[in-house]
């Protein structure tokens, strides 16, 4: 079974520059989500999409971030404009149905300089 | 009161010897109790996990250790080996709804 897919793996942009990001998830799961993780600290939930639906999206900062799950399959993460505090890795996750045993990709690394 | 205090930060352990990491939480709705490992490059995988309904479970050299009432669980590893050489996260989420990461310890199995 082929795991989560997500590019790229590293980027590097300049400040107020924009990035997106793509995740493919494991085939068949409903469930998909976007991490933030800063260097030294656990994941942190950007958002999360049921199907092709948004069910969390609270710590999202919409002036600047924004996804979409287009089809229920594929998602895209955006930033636009990026800021220095962006720099972090981005994982993206899946999982059958819900939170438990969620199966995550291996991050795309940004660096905003 | 969602927070997720994990300790140490980080471990050294000799090859063979127990590695003990501990986390403890406020939330008393939290019902579902995870712990990941995250190799460097990789992204954070399911160790084991555990509710509150019991105390301990074990897998294979992982046992979470799970006490209700002072809202404290911890993760142990038996003979530890170096191929065990990773960051840990534990997690906690609250009645079907997001997890909440711990902080991470990085530990360090020397041979």
Redesign the interface.
């Known amino acids: 079974e082929a795991g989560v897919a997500q590019s790229p793996r590293y980027k590097i942009i300049e400040k107020r520059q924009s990035v997106a990001f793509w995740c493919n998830p494991i085939s068949g799961h409903a469930t998909l989500y976007w991490y933030q993780q800063i260097l030294g600290q656990g994941p942190k939930l950007l958002i999360q999409f049921q199907n092709n639906g948004v069910v969390d999206d609270s710590q999202l900062p919409k002036d600047r971030f924004s996804a979409e799950r287009l089809k229920g399959v594929d998602s895209t993460l955006k930033i636009q404009p990026a800021k220095l505090e962006d720099s972090a890795v981005y994982l993206c996750a899946s999982s059958v149905q819900g939170w438990e045993t969620q199966y995550f990709g291996p991050g795309t690394r940004l660096l905003v300089l | 009161q969602q927070q997720?205090k994990?300790s140490p930060q980080s471990l050294i352990v000799q090859k063979g010897g127990i590695s003990i990491i501990n986390c403890a939480y406020e939330n008393t709705a939290f019902d579902?109790f995870?712990w990941y490992q995250q190799f460097p490059?990789?992204?954070?995988?399911?160790l084991i996990?555990i509710r509150p309904d019991v105390s301990e479970k074990k897998e294979g050299r992982f046992t979470i250790s799970f006490n209700k009432s002072a809202k404290q669980f911890s993760l142990h590893i038996m003979d530890s080996q170096p191929g065990d050489s990773a960051t840990y996260?534990c997690?906690a989420?609250p009645d079907?709804?997001?997890?909440i990461?711990?902080?991470?310890t990085e530990l360090s199995v020397k041979p």
Do not use: D
Not at chain 2, 41 to 46: E, H, M, T, V, Y
């Open positions: 997720v994990q579902y995870p490059g990789k992204g954070p995988a399911l996990a996260f997690a989420s079907g709804g997001k997890l990461f711990g902080q991470g």
